[in-house]
C-alpha cells in the first residue's frame, strides 16, 4: 500500500509565499514522474509542475517564473515552493507520483500512478 501526504497548503495574502511538500510512504522499490496538479472551485483539474527521476522540471505558463519544484529521493518527497502568490492560484492542490512497488530487484516492474488527498491553497487578502 502506498500513501502520499500532502502538507503545507494555507490561507495567505497575495504577493505572499508558501512551500508545499508530499510523501510517500509505504512499499516502495522506485519513485519516477512526481507532480503537482490543482483544481479551483468549478474548474477541471490542471497540471502545475512535474518532475522527472533525473530531476527535469516542466510548469505550466500560469506559474513559470513563480513557482518552483523539487524532490528529494532520499526522502520520498517532492516539494512545490510558491512564490508571488495570486488570487487565481486559488485551489486544492494535489500530489501525483509513479511509483514501482515490486518487491524485489529481480522481480517483474509494478508501476501505478498515486494520488495525494490534496491541500487547500487559498490567496486572499
Known amino acids: 500500500q502506498v500513501q502520499l501526504v500532502e502538507s503545507g497548503g494555507g490561507l495567505v495574502q497575495p504577493g505572499g509565499s508558501l512551500q508545499l511538500s508530499c510523501a510517500a510512504s509505504?512499499?516502495?522499490?522506485?519513485?519516477?514522474?512526481m507532480g503537482w496538479y490543482r483544481q479551483a472551485p468549478g474548474k477541471q483539474r490542471e497540471l502545475v509542475a512535474t518532475?522527472?527521476?533525473?530531476?527535469?522540471?516542466d510548469y505550466a505558463d500560469s506559474v513559470k517564473g513563480r513557482f518552483t519544484i523539487s524532490r528529494d529521493n532520499a526522502k520520498n518527497t517532492v516539494y512545490l515552493q510558491m512564490n508571488s502568490l495570486k488570487p487565481e492560484d486559488t485551489a486544492v492542490y494535489f500530489c501525483?507520483?509513479?511509483?514501482?512497488?515490486?518487491?524485489?530487484?529481480?522481480?517483474?516492474?509494478?508501476?501505478?500512478?498515486?494520488w495525494g488527498q490534496g491541500t487547500q491553497v487559498t490567496v486572499s487578502s
Open positions: 518532475i522527472t527521476m533525473s530531476n527535469i522540471v
Open positions: 501525483n507520483a509513479r511509483i514501482d512497488t515490486r518487491a524485489t530487484q529481480l522481480a517483474y516492474a509494478v508501476v501505478n500512478e498515486y
Open positions: 509505504g512499499r516502495i522499490f522506485r519513485i519516477y514522474g
